[in-house]
């Protein structure tokens, strides 16, 4: 069998491109599988042995992406049950929060109502940017470091592979 050498130099332009295409991410690793199969099934000459070789290429595509969507599935779950469940600290945290929000409602909401309404003078009560910048940070969903070694804890239990850092700690998991 002759070889065509314009099929070989696609095949290695389409190899070097799906090299370069899977350390971007597994949506283009798919695609790569699928730009490097078709200059391969090309060479193939018997049109059943062809459509056969596409079929088994669209199913391992197929086998990839539902993987990957299962891993996400799993990754979103531990997150999820992660945050909904954080025994750590969540009633100081609900309390110092509800505080906050009263302060801030008193300042922007009660304060300027009694002026107009009532033509009662009250100063705004002191809230110091620090501790607005708690506030802003917990309400932002940070959960603390004794749950983020909860989550390093979850990864590390994950099956396939999975990394995690915290605090410049990396920790992975190959399984």
């Known amino acids: 069998m002759a070889t065509n050498p314009s ?3 696609n095949i290695a332009t389409v190899v070097s491109a799906a090299a370069a295409g899977a350390t971007s991410g597994p949506a283009s690793l798919i695609s790569a599988i ?3 199969a078709k200059p391969l ?3 193939i000459p018997d049109p059943q042995k ?3 070789a596409q079929q088994h290429v669209a199913d391992q595509q197929f086998a990839l992406a539902q993987a990957q969507i299962a891993q996400q599935d799993t990754i979103i779950q ?4 992660n945050v909904k469940s954080d025994p750590h600290m969540s009633g100081q945290r609900a309390y110092f ?3 906050i929000t009263s302060m801030l409602l008193f300042n922007y909401a009660m304060t300027p109502l009694l002026h107009a309404l009532l033509r009662i003078d ?3 009560l002191p809230i110091p940017a620090s501790v607005l910048s708690i506030f802003a940070v917990i309400m932002l969903g940070f959960v603390g470091i004794p749950s983020a070694l909860d989550m390093v804890q979850a990864v590390a239990g994950m099956p396939g ?3 995690v850092s915290v605090l410049g700690v990396k920790v992975g998991n190959k399984s």
């Not at 531990?78 to 049950?81: E, G, I, L, R, V």
């Open 161 to 163: 592979e999975s990394q």
């Open 78 to 81: 531990a997150t999820s049950s």
């Open 7 to 9: 099929a070989v130099s």
């Open 122 to 124: 009250i100063a705004p």
């Open 97 to 99: 929060c509800g505080g």
């Open 34 to 36: 699928a730009e490097l």
């Open 50 to 52: 062809k459509l056969e």
């Open 41 to 43: 099934i090309d060479l």
